[in-house]
């Protein structure tokens, strides 16, 4: 069983930059797609940024340029940098693992990224 713990969220102003953090409870990355998603209130769940399991990553257009999403395998843990954060960037941020021996897919608790002056 694997546990992803998210942190870093937080109250932002537009234009300000805050780096999310996802600690997994193991050595996963080498056998898993790793994401991040963001769920508004009264929207849908939507990726956000994936890294493959040799470190590949894709970006949404909405936040190509501005965000960006890296690993550190010797702490077992993910991040997301988040820069020049506009109003519509709030959302619920989640980290996300997805086996690819299983398909199996683990989530995070969510941190709360709000952006507001």
């Known amino acids: 069983q694997v546990q992803l713990v998210e942190s870093g969220g937080g109250l932002v102003q537009p234009g300000g930059s805050l780096r999310l953090s996802c600690a997994a409870s193991?050595?996963?990355?080498?056998?898993?797609?790793m994401g991040w998603y963001r769920q508004a209130p009264g929207k849908q769940r939507e990726l956000v940024a994936s890294?493959?399991?040799?470190?590949?990553?894709d970006y949404a257009d909405s936040v190509k340029g501005r965000f960006t999403f890296s690993r550190d395998n010797a702490k077992n843990s993910v991040y997301l940098q988040m820069n020049s954060l506009k109003p519509e960037d709030t959302a619920v941020y989640y980290c996300?693992?997805?086996?690819?021996?299983?398909?199996?897919?683990?989530w995070g608790q969510g941190t709360q990224v709000t952006v507001s002056s």
């Open positions: 996300s693992a997805s086996r690819l021996d299983t398909g199996f897919i683990y």
């Open positions: 193991g050595s996963i990355f080498s056998v898993s797609i």
């Open positions: 890294m493959s399991n040799y470190g590949g990553t």
